[in-house]
């Protein structure tokens, strides 16, 4: 079986080398990743210098080209968030505005240049919400070109209104264990599909 590749966008609202909840649930899938001959490398948003707007190059300094050349290179996209005030936080709102870009660019076959690509979501947070997170970036992501897999995310939430992160869970809590192995196996089957046959040409 060929070899997948794959990138997870960490979107944590802290730059390297701060600790990032987010950051550890990605190594997870990655890790489950890898058990499924998937490469995979994780990049954290905010290292980057990305400028607002909606286009593949929004001009001096704009460092959103390379993250896309990553995304567009690799067959799978992990994209994880942490939740604040129920929502992805701006830097992943900021990722999907950038991949709205998508939606004009073609492929030779005339297809949105994100064909054949499968994404899937990872969520952490200390207050509700990842269900909706998650339903807000599966159609964002389905919208620019991507495929969901079945059972397509992750997620762990803590008690509302508590100190506790993602971080602090040692061992990793089962249940999270369980969907992070989960999403890696759909993520890599469903890629190697797409790999073997993928969508047809556009009109």
Partial sequence: MATLSAV?????????PAKSSCEL?????????ADHD???????????????GVSSDEGDGDQWPQLRRRILDADILVLGTPIWMGHPSSVCQRVLERCDAFLAETDDLGRMVSYDRVAGVAVVGNEDGAHHV????????????FTIPAEGSTYW???????IDFNDKHPT?????????T????LAHLAHALRAAG?????
Avoid: W
């Fill in 157 to 163: 939430v803590g008690e509302a209104m508590q100190p």
């Fill in 173 to 181: 809590p089962e249940k999270t264990a369980q969907s992070a192995a």
């Fill in 25 to 33: 649930l990605l190594t997870h899938v990655l890790s489950n990743l």
């Fill in 38 to 52: 998937v490469e995979g490398e994780i990049l954290r948003v905010v290292d980057f210098d990305v400028h607002a």
């Fill in 8 to 16: 997870a966008l960490n979107c944590t609202l802290k730059a390297s």
């Fill in 134 to 145: 998650f339903a807000e970036l599966a159609q964002a992501l389905s919208d620019v070109g």
């Fill in 199 to 203: 969508y047809p040409a556009g009109t």
């Fill in 183 to 186: 999403l890696a196996r759909n």
